[in-house]
């Protein structure tokens, strides 16, 4: 039998070396999404579910044209019935349309950050018994406040873009992107809902409701008629049209989806909330500082200008090297940032502590472990001190200890 053997490292590393140093933006994107075309349609992992959308509105809307719209085309005098073929095969073109814009564009990313933001020092140095004061421990807070139309909002640190988020920004576990305003991730449409798709969600939905009270309304029109034209009751009339009532009742289950969307989000335009917010905050309960009235609220959503996307997919970068690892004082410290374990949807990331093993007499010579830092702020060290040429110190042991002190020195 014929066994194909993985590659060697040597082998592995050279096939790396051959790859193109200068790529476009979207073939080293980082977070979840899928591109089209060169870059040119964003869409998030689950794009197949705009495929299944596609396939629901269409099939039934195709139903319809055959089974009742083509049997009323001579039944309404000067071309009527060819105008309700011809509005529901437009306007199903335009529903259509809206789920495209909304399922295919940035809907405001925000580009990560290649290093985490300087960070803070504290007040004071670490001391040792030898009487050496070393580097400050260097840290991030966790929350900064901002201000807001004179209100004070918590922005949070994300710690997979290492970025502080704007206000109303917050990370989609499912795309893995900041988004600006962000509102949900819709898996009907296989996007995020932000700042710059917001507008075409709502219009989706909300024509995607009429289009079912149109299809609904004319399934019973042509029922009506059949009742009339053969002088039956009007249940008799619908047994002639099986397809007038799986339409109806397909519509009318389909309404009070698509249609509560549409009432949940006026609601949401008319007080500048966003779904995450609302389930979130309830700013039913507190002031809401970015309420501008229901009509400036309503004129932020429909009647200013989307702003340009902060992400140019097509852009020539340089590919990004392989992390390596630095090797001090006979131990390894990785480059990378080590990954904390978060909620990244609610920004809920508790305080990561490090401890530090250091001998003060009172356990026969043994390590005791004291935490370093304060509550609401991470350490950060092997990250920081890459960037900033800080480097480690070998290993102090003292007393015949077998623990270790590595700390960062001047």
């Known amino acids: 039998m014929h066994v194909v053997h993985p590659p060697e490292l040597s082998d592995a590393a050279g096939d790396d070396d051959e790859l193109p140093e200068v790529l476009r933006t979207y073939q080293t994107w980082k977070g979840s999404n899928v591109f089209f075309l060169g870059g040119r349609f964003i869409f998030g992992p689950d794009v197949g579910s705009v495929v299944l959308s596609v396939f629901l ?6 139903v319809f044209c055959a089974f009742v719209a083509r049997k009323l085309i001579d039944d309404f005098s000067h071309h009527l019935g060819v105008l309700i073929l011809v509005v529901v095969i437009v306007w199903t073109f335009y529903v259509i349309i809206l789920l495209l814009m909304t399922s295919g564009r940035d809907p405001g990313i925000i580009p990560r950050n290649s290093h985490p933001p ?7 140095g670490i001391e040792v018994e030898s009487g050496l004061t070393l580097t400050p421990q260097l840290r991030l807070p966790r929350v900064k406040e901002v201000m807001v139309n004179g209100m004070t909002v918590k922005v949070k ?4 873009c290492m970025l502080y988020r704007p206000p109303r920004c917050s990370h989609c576990s ?13 898996p009907w449409v296989g996007q995020c809902i932000g700042r710059r798709n917001y507008r075409f969600f709502f219009m989706f939905v909300s024509s995607a409701t009429l289009l079912c009270i149109y ?7 042509y029922a009506i008629r059949i009742m009339h034209s053969e002088n039956t009751s009007i249940w008799r009339a619908l047994i002639k049209t099986p397809a007038s009532i799986v339409l109806i009742i397909y519509t009318f289950l389909s309404v009070w989806f698509v249609g509560g969307l549409t009432i949940f989000h006026l609601y ?7 779904t995450y917010e609302n389930f979130r905050y309830r700013y039913d309960r507190i002031e809401n500082p970015y309420n501008r009235g229901i009509f400036g609220n309503f004129k932020e959503v429909f009647w200013t200008s989307i702003p340009p996307s902060k992400n140019n997919f097509r852009a020539l970068v340089h590919r990004e090297p392989k992390p390596l690892t630095r090797i001090t004082g006979g131990s390894s410290v990785n480059s990378n940032i ?11 990331v508790k305080p990561i502590w490090k401890n530090i093993a250091r001998d003060d007499g009172s356990n026969d010579g043994g390590p005791q472990r004291s935490s370093l830092g304060r509550s609401g702020s991470w350490d950060l060290q092997s990250e920081v001190a ?3 040429g800080i480097g480690f110190s070998d290993r102090v042991n003292r007393g015949g200890s077998s623990g270790s002190l590595e700390v960062p020195i001047k």
């Open 386 to 388: 890459s960037i900033t």
């Open 338 to 348: 080590e990954k904390i374990p978060s909620d990244v949807e609610i920004g809920s």
């Open 174 to 186: 499912i795309c893995d992107n900041c988004v600006e305003r962000f509102d949900h991730h819709c």
């Open 268 to 274: 949401l335009i008319s007080t500048n909330q966003t």
């Open 157 to 160: 640190y994300c710690d997979t």
């Open 118 to 124: 300087q960070p803070e020092t504290t007040d004071r």
């Open 57 to 62: 509105i269409v099939v039934p809307v195709a």
């Open 215 to 221: 299809v609904f309304s004319f399934c019973w029109v």
